[in-house]
């Protein structure tokens, strides 16, 4: 915005929140079978799943790919997985009911943000964090303010075939990380992006605004 005009002292920057995962424990995956990694969202170009495809296609070892969603990509990412000779590992559910995509995300390693575009936010990774996953996530847009580099997942440079297939191994082979990581980003999320933070920070924008047009308040913001 800065960038295309707009003066730099007149723009707030107002995070998303997320609600509490329903469940307020951390829960391990079982130990008998393969890593699983998720992706969840739109199948569309901008949104990087033949990325992840591609990516997944050099991991070592036997994890599994579970893509919930839909979109225009659809049939070209079951031939692209095909191609690449890992169809067998992959899982197209299509779009899932709230709980069964809950379910799905309980039990995997990691969950995967792989955008190709600059996310104005990515609401998905923060909604996995909260569930204390820890997130694979493309290092472009809103994305680097969810992620925590190392401590509550992984960036990769965008398009990134080989970085992207070794963060999916690091996690793969280290649950203990990635379970240290899912914590740290349950609490990250916890403490900064509560709806009641929200709300508060919202409040505080508009009686800045109110207070330079010469307005009064509206009051106080009661905790939930």
Same mark, same amino acid.
């Given at each position: ?77 079951? &031939? *692209? #997985?095909?191609?690449? $000779?890992? %169809?067998? !590992?992959?899982?197209?559910? =299509? ?74 191994? &690091? *996690? #793969?082979?280290?649950? $203990?990380? %990635?379970? !240290?990581?899912?914590?740290? =980003? ?39």
């Amino acid at each position: 915005m800065v960038a295309s005009g707009y003066r730099a002292d007149n723009i707030d920057v107002l995070h998303n929140f997320v609600l509490p995962s329903a469940s307020s424990t951390v829960e391990t995956p079982p130990v008998n079978i393969p890593p699983v990694f998720v992706y969840c969202g739109r199948l569309q170009p901008n949104k990087g799943a033949q990325w992840l495809i591609r990516a997944f296609s050099q991991t070592a070892g036997p994890s599994k790919l579970i893509i919930a969603g839909s979109g225009t990509m659809e049939q070209e990412l079951k &031939h *692209l #997985a095909s191609r690449v $000779g890992i %169809a067998g !590992r992959i899982e197209f559910t =299509g779009w899932l009911t709230e709980t069964d995509l809950q379910n799905v995300i309980r039990e995997s390693t990691a969950v995967v943000v792989p955008s190709l575009w600059p996310e104005p936010f990515g609401l998905v990774a923060l909604e996995a964090s909260a569930a204390a996953k820890p997130v694979i996530a493309s290092s472009a847009g809103g994305l680097t303010e969810i992620v925590k580099h190392g401590k509550t997942g992984l960036l990769v440079n965008p398009g990134d075939d080989a970085g992207l297939s070794a963060a999916i191994d &690091h *996690l #793969a082979a280290n649950p $203990g990380v %990635a379970r !240290r990581m899912g914590v740290e =980003g349950k609490r990250w999320v916890e403490a900064e992006f509560s709806l009641h933070k929200h709300l508060n920070r919202l409040h505080e924008i508009y009686l800045e605004t109110i207070n330079q047009s010469g307005g009064t308040g509206f009051g106080t913001i009661p905790a939930p």
